[in-house]
């Protein structure tokens, strides 16, 4: 490993580790020797010194089990009554691991409304906060059982991202059943080779995570990617490593390099924005034209009318919206200063024109830069 990330492992005190259900599950059942593992070595850590969060899958890989379904369940119903059955026997597994090192663990099961909502993203936050400084460690998943389409994360990889986020952890560790992001699909490209460190997230690299998740998992590598970039963008490192490979946590920590390094920009993003840009809910879509596109990505201005091509959805004041291209690519998210049927009216006017148009006017900008966040990186 070198210098830098040296360093970064050093002195991260706040890591959350992601472990997936791949690599958790074994034979059709849930893998002990990888969960003893994981929670011997996220215990050693927190005796250590260190704050560890643990968001762990296998939920529906345990239920499948219990069971004796045979397969990953295709149905919503199935899936969901898997997880029930399932989570249980998963915390009780970590808690009596963890136990064992004399340490307590607290199930944390969440919606993306839990998150997706300001206040109630702060209650999640102090909560949490409350579990690390009473020396218990968190073991997060999704809330299965009870989730539908509008209100999913969909996948842990983004969770842990936005828990990362959340919490203002130091370090983010994804562990999986591969040893890293490859170039191409290793099952399909026996020539893929792994990559050491990833400093921007590149076409290319999009394109080699596009393959289908192992028999187990959710979203492979595209949602580790998506994950990554939330992270990078935020001043997160995050490392994508192989969860099967004994003490490969504690290696991280002794400076022992493996798995991919993804490496975060220099300044970390603030708590407010990373919460605009990554985990808010968004109501609706701003489209902006090309003079709007260089002024927001390259030079860090506010949104004004005269850039807006057109607007979608129906939202209220503050409301979080999209900011894309006019060929629908998304730019950033922000925090609307005007309700959806007020930008339709605005809509390619100059600042003068919106008292005139609206009756009143409150703002210039339609989304000031201090509430708006932009995720593509200028060019
Ligand atoms: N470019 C790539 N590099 C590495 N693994 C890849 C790539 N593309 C697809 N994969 C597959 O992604 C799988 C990991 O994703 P997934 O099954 O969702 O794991 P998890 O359950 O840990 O989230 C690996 O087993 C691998 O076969
Ligand atoms: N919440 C689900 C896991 C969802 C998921 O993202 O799985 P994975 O891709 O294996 O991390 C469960 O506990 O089974």
Not at 100 to 118: F, I, M, P, Y
Not at 144 to 159: A, C, H, K, S, Y
Not at 238 to 267: H, N, W, Y
């Amino acid at each position: 490993m070198d210098k830098d990330q040296k360093r970064l492992f050093d002195s991260a005190r706040r890591v959350v580790v992601k472990v997936g259900s791949g690599v958790l599950s074994f034979n059709g059942g849930i893998n002990h020797n990888v969960v003893a593992s994981i929670s011997r070595q996220m215990a050693a850590l927190t005796q250590g010194g260190r704050e560890m969060i643990l968001v762990s899958s296998g939920a529906v890989a345990a239920g499948v089990a219990k069971v004796a379904l045979g397969r990953r369940p295709a149905s919503m119903p199935e899936k969901q009554a898997a997880a029930a059955v399932g989570q249980a026997g998963l915390i009780l597994e970590y808690e009596l691991r963890f136990a064992e090192a004399g340490l307590k663990v607290a199930q944390v099961l969440l919606t993306r409304n839990d998150l997706s909502h300001r206040g109630r993203y702060l209650n999640a936050r102090n909560t949490l906060n409350t579990l690390l400084a009473w020396g218990v460690v968190p073991i997060i998943n999704e809330n299965d059982t009870v989730v539908t389409d509008e209100i999913r994360f969909g996948d842990n990889d983004n969770l842990s991202a936005m828990i990362a986020l959340l919490l203002d952890a130091d370090l983010l560790i994804n562990l999986t059943d591969i040893d890293g992001l490859y170039d191409g699909d290793p099952r399909t490209n026996p020539d893929a080779k792994r990559l050491e460190v990833v400093e921007k997230i590149t076409p290319a690299i999009e394109a080699s995570a596009k393959g289908r998740p192992g028999a187990m998992g959710t979203g492979g590598m595209w949602t580790k990617i998506e994950a990554a970039k939330k992270s990078m963008a935020s001043g997160v490192p995050m490392v994508i490593a192989c969860g099967s490979r004994p003490k490969v946590l504690t290696d991280l920590f002794e400076g022992i390099a493996q798995g991919t390094f993804f490496v975060p920009r220099a300044d970390k993003l603030g708590s407010r924005k990373r919460w605009i840009g990554f985990t808010s809910q968004t109501f609706g879509e701003v489209t902006v034209d090309d003079g709007a596109v260089k002024a927001l990505v390259e030079r860090g201005k506010s949104l004004l009318p005269s850039g807006i091509l057109d607007v979608s959805g129906a939202f209220d004041v503050g409301a979080a919206v999209a900011v894309c291209d006019a060929r629908g690519n998304e730019l950033g998210r922000g925090l609307t200063n005007f309700k959806a049927e007020d930008i339709r009216a605005i809509k390619g006017l100059k600042t003068d024109q919106i008292a005139d148009c609206l009756g009143s006017k409150e703002y210039d900008e339609v989304i000031h830069r201090d509430n708006l966040v932009v995720t593509v990186a200028a060019p």
